[in-house]
């Protein structure tokens, strides 16, 4: 669901492109590309705001298990990438993130692994 929401963005917002994105356990990696419109701030706020909306929706209709506490944490991390080279760094390193997930720092403090 959350992955069908990321790509789903620019069908919503005009100027708005997706690229890179990984789901982990506990986070996401995602690279926004915003040509013109909403602002950095909006388009995290929109993805957080329907990401919950159909979780919500998840639990009422489909029976999925209700998630305690907040779904997103308030902030978020950014970083303006300032040319292809850093785009492609980047890139590979959302794609490779799911394979370091055992060496992250808070794999042993994650509860939602078993």
Same mark, same amino acid.
């Given at each position: 669901?959350?992955? $069908? /929401?990321?790509? @789903?963005?620019?069908? #919503?917002?005009? =100027?708005?492109? $997706? !690229? =890179?994105? *990984? ?9 926004? /590309?915003?040509?013109?419109? %909403?602002?950095?701030?909006?388009? *995290?706020?929109?993805? +957080? $705001?329907?990401? $919950?909306?159909?979780?919500?929706? =998840? ?19 950014? #970083?303006?990438? =300032?040319?292809?080279? @850093? ?16 060496? !992250? +720092? ?6 939602? %692994?078993?």
């Amino acid at each position: 669901m959350v992955q $069908t /929401v990321w790509d @789903e963005i620019p069908a #919503h917002y005009p =100027g708005i492109e $997706t !690229d =890179g994105f *990984v789901i982990m356990p506990n986070h996401i990696h995602g690279i926004a /590309v915003i040509a013109a419109g %909403l602002s950095l701030p909006d388009v *995290v706020h929109r993805f +957080k $705001t329907m990401t $919950t909306k159909r979780y919500a929706d =998840g639990v009422k209709q489909s029976g999925w298990p209700p998630f305690p506490g907040k779904l997103w944490q308030r902030n978020y991390w950014e #970083h303006i990438i =300032g040319n292809e080279s @850093e785009l492609n760094r980047i890139r590979e390193y959302i794609r490779n993130n799911p394979a370091k997930w055992g060496q !992250d +720092k808070l794999y042993l403090n994650n509860s939602l %692994l078993p």
